[in-house]
T-cell receptor, first 111, second 114 residues
């Protein structure tokens, strides 16, 4: 199956709540990246975590990486309606730097 | 700051027609990647170029070809279009010698094949 499987496939929460999305992958990686995509639009890079890192923060985003379990999580704290989007994890392996994307989580934040 | 430019942004074609998608990377970026995202799907890697040479190839149909030019812009040529080619096509770029492993994505070209 695909590198970078994500769960849940869809998540609906209220504004102010935290949202957690998970991603699993199958092979060794150089790094793992999270992207956001508003409905059918461009991919916006959110955060990159290297294989030798365990946790990284950027604003309201917190990413963890467990290479022993081949999994990562993205936590968005104090969610806002504007956070409504699809979130994809993507793994990077090898010298050519191509990204392998997961299936994505559709996050809906209700006002 | 300058971003990746893709043209056209929208394209409608008939079956069996051809299409050419263009990508202009961020200035100084020498590496270009193409991805295809079908409706409700995750982006899939098609092909990449570094310094005008193909560097990697993914699930790109034989009906598609691509190249990178001396100014580093890239074109994706699609022939004998099929209904299943309807998708969002993204181009991304980076500077190969940078320690920043982030790929910077363009806004995409939405192709509809009728």
């Amino acid at each position: 199956s695909q590198q970078g499987e994500e769960d849940p496939q869809a998540l609906s929460i209220q504004e102010g709540e935290n949202a957690t999305m998970n991603c699993s992958y199958k092979t060794s990686i150089n790094n793992l990246q999270w992207y956001r995509q508003n409905s059918g639009r461009g991919l916006v890079h959110l955060i990159l975590i290297r294989s030798n890192e365990r946790e990284k923060h950027s604003g309201r985003l917190r990413v963890t990486l467990d290479t022993s379990k081949k999994s990562s999580s993205l936590l968005i704290t104090a969610s806002r309606a504007a956070d409504t989007a699809s979130y994809f994890c993507a793994t990077l392996k090898g010298s050519n730097y191509k990204l392998t994307f997961g299936k994505g989580t559709l996050l809906t934040v209700n006002p | 700051a300058a971003g990746v430019i893709q043209s056209p942004r929208h394209l409608i074609k008939e079956k069996r027609e051809t299409a050419t998608l263009k990508c202009y990377p961020i200035p100084r970026h020498d590496t270009v990647y193409w991805y295809q995202q079908g409706p409700g799907q995750d982006p899939q890697f098609l092909i990449s170029f570094y310094e005008k040479m193909q560097s990697d190839k993914g699930s790109i149909p034989d009906r598609f070809s691509a190249q990178q030019f001396s100014d580093y812009h890239s074109e994706l040529n699609m022939s004998s279009l099929e209904l299943g080619d309807s998708a969002l096509y993204f181009c991304a770029s980076r500077y190969a010698l940078s320690r920043d492993e982030t790929q910077y994505f363009g806004p995409g070209t939405r192709l509809l094949v009728l």
